[in-house]
């Protein structure tokens, strides 16, 4: 089987791979990453890197410089639109794009906690937001400590009250 096919298999299974200093690591559903699975991709851990390393080259993605730190930066094209339509009507939720997601089994709330600490710490789009001063609005990154965020836990919700429960958690953006 070509790599190629290989590495598309193991995607529609879910199952990814990334190289850290020539370490692969494997990610994926622990049902599906089998030892024969995991034999193969060590079998094959020389032509995974060759393909990736050559497809990067192919690629040939620019690097984007991140900006200079500054309190204020001006807002994107995009932005100004989605601000100038919230200043139009402040309580729609048009724009939001709220998610739910249904858990089985036990739930580690502390480890679920870190997780997203780690996600709005890491992107700076998480902990962005937008301020106006004399008459024009800038983004402002906030450090991660002040980005407001709470875990709601519902258990065993009532069929009938799902929707409801998920209808009261949409709000306008604040």
Known sequence: MTIEKFINELSAKGISFSFVDKEVKVKGDHNLLTNDVIREIKSRKDELQKFFSNFNQQVNVGHIPPAPEQL?????????R????????????AYNMPYVVSLK??????????????LIQRHQSLRTRFVRQEQQVFQQIMPPEEVPFNIHVHEEVPEGNIEELIRSFVRPFD
């Not at 204020?72 to 100004?80: C, D, E, H, M, V």
């Not at 089994?105 to 780690?118: A, P, V």
């Open 72 to 80: 204020n930066y001006p807002l994107t094209s995009a932005q100004k």
């Open 82 to 93: 989605l601000y100038f339509l919230y200043e139009f009507d402040p309580e729609t939720t």
């Open 105 to 118: 089994g036990q739930l580690n709330i502390q480890r679920l906690e870190n997780t997203f600490s780690q």
